[in-house]
């Protein structure tokens, strides 16, 4: 389903929400005014108080490894540089021994950063789930904080009076 039409299929489904609402209103003698909020979640992800402290975390748990894979690639220079500076004068095992060292640092700091993009990749992953999910029972307690009959997280266009974002953000911050 392409993106356009997930946001028009959300719409509807927001407006067929307040209809429902409203009809359920009048029903019970009440006055037929919907109030709607909007959430931004995708702001929230990404630019929360939470979200930048949890991204920074990892940023910290993660500089230790990456500064131990810089290390390696200035010796991995200083030896390359070096086997270039005495290949002339080195006989053919000696060159063979050195090259195969550079080869296994190479190779060695290869994996060593394809392993800490995965695992970086998957801490990022997993910390944005555990945000999502809160931010998602937050949203669900919306309603009755808030006295909203709908919370909408995606919308075309919406009413700048009617974004409670900044409002879940603080609750996110607690």
Not at 41 to 69: G, H, M, N, W, Y
Not at 110 to 136: F, G, M, N
Request: hydrophobic content about 45%; aromatic content about 2%.
């Amino acid at each position: 389903m392409n993106k356009q039409l997930k946001h028009a299929t959300a719409v509807c489904f927001a407006l067929g929400l307040a209809w429902s609402a409203s009809a359920a209103a009048q029903d019970i003698g009440r006055p037929s005014e919907v109030r709607v909020a909007v959430v931004n979640v995708e702001r929230l992800l990404a630019d929360s108080q939470r979200a930048r402290a949890t991204a920074a975390k990892i940023e910290a748990d993660f500089l230790p490894r990456r500064e131990r894979i810089a290390a390696q690639l200035r010796q991995l220079r200083a030896l390359s540089a070096k086997l270039e500076l005495d290949a002339p004068h080195l006989d053919d095992r000696e060159k063979l021994v050195r090259s195969r060292a550079v080869g296994e640092l190479e190779r060695t700091i290869a994996r060593a950063q394809a392993q800490i993009s995965d695992d970086y990749a998957d801490r990022t992953a997993a910390e944005r789930a555990a945000l999502a999910k809160r931010i998602h029972d937050l949203i669900q307690k919306l309603p009755a904080q808030l006295g909203v009959d709908v919370v909408l997280t995606r919308t075309v266009w919406h009413r700048p009076q009617i974004d409670v974002t900044d409002k879940v953000a603080a609750m996110l911050d607690r």
